[in-house]
């Protein structure tokens, strides 16, 4: 018999979501257990099942702490595998200039965008971009959020890198959130390499990468593969790089044009591809055949108006791996 240190019970339902044949397959299949309990010990699920069988398969003699949860739904906490949570600065003023009708890049090419949370990202110290970064995590617990993949991207210097994923590696070690660091020297190219971008690309492939890399502060590297900002020859420079230095590959791609970024990343067996919006469909079955997740972004292509969402259907049809996330940012 199992011993338990915390029982939560006579929840409504109990959402296992696990009714699918293999994992992230269980689509509006969620398991409901009605009128149910869990068991915890040191922190893990050792049981779950209807109230009334808990006195059978759990040893309750040692009084654990007990969480009565009538009338509510208990489901895992969700995941948010697309974020970028620490930053300096607000972008609200660019709102406006994309209801008058601006597009990402129009604005992006006036300095704004990216490059505007760069410059206040830069001048921002570690504990400023660490209490941003906590009230950032309160707010997503309080709906849910247990853990977060978040990005660095807005530093673009080998030293305002590393200061965001330390200050990320702080924030997965002080707060009850789980925090996934993903470097992101690739976001943009920084004012100071402007037509210099090959310089750029051999700074982060070089030397950011090698540095991360020796700290372990990151488990992924993503890049900005768009046109504008980094090409797939690019792209892949950059993520081949980050794959020798144990960095697995992941790609914003295809998100503003069809630039092939759903067939770089199943080429180089990337985690996930994210956005997709323009992704082809040769790049959903070459997804598909090497098991590159599908990162959505809906909210994202709905505030910058596009008028489109990635086609999440026709990839489930084809047996691409779908995930949402929030894509969280300025």
Not at 122 to 140: N, S, T, V
Not at 265 to 272: K, T
Request: with cysteine.
């Amino acid at each position: 018999m199992k011993s338990a240190d915390l029982i939560i019970e006579n929840a409504a339902q109990i959402l296992t979501l696990n009714a699918g044949k293999s994992a992230f397959q269980a689509e509006e299949k969620l398991a409901i257990i009605l009128n149910g309990s869990i068991a915890v010990a040191k922190g893990r699920i050792v049981w779950v099942g209807a109230g009334h069988q808990i006195c059978q398969q759990v040893d309750l003699s040692r009084n654990p702490r007990r969480i009565e949860a009538s009338g509510k739904i208990v489901l895992p906490g969700f995941i948010d595998s697309h974020t970028h949570l620490i930053f300096a600065g607000t972008r609200e003023k660019e709102f406006e200039l994309r209801l008058q009708g601006a597009t990402y890049q129009e604005i992006a090419a006036k300095g704004g965008g990216i490059k505007s949370t760069v410059q206040k990202t830069r001048q921002a110290g570690k504990e400023e971009l660490f209490q941003i970064g906590k009230r950032h995590l309160d707010q997503m617990l309080s709906l849910g959020t247990t853990t977060v993949e978040a990005k660095s991207g807005y530093g673009l210097s080998t030293k305002d890198e590393i200061k965001m994923l330390e200050v990320l590696r702080d924030l997965n070690r002080d707060h009850p959130v789980d925090v996934v660091p993903t470097f992101m020297g690739a976001h943009e190219i920084p004012p100071e390499y402007a037509g210099k971008k090959d310089e750029y690309v051999r700074l982060v492939s070089e030397e950011m990468i090698p540095a991360v890399a020796e700290k372990k502060l990151a488990v992924f590297c993503d890049v900005f593969c768009e046109q504008g900002v980094f090409s797939p020859e690019e792209s892949r420079r950059i993520l081949q790089a980050g794959k020798r230095f144990g960095l697995e590959a992941k790609i914003h791609a295809d998100e503003l044009t069809s630039l092939g970024g759903a067939e770089l990343a199943a080429e180089l067996g990337a985690v996930s591809a994210d956005h997709l919006l323009f992704a082809s469909d040769k790049g959903m079955e070459r997804m598909a055949e090497k098991g590159v997740v599908a990162t959505l972004l809906p909210g994202a292509a709905f505030f910058l108006f596009l008028g489109r969402y990635a086609a999440a259907r026709k990839m489930i049809e084809k047996g691409v791996t779908v995930a949402l996330a929030s894509d969280f940012n300025p």
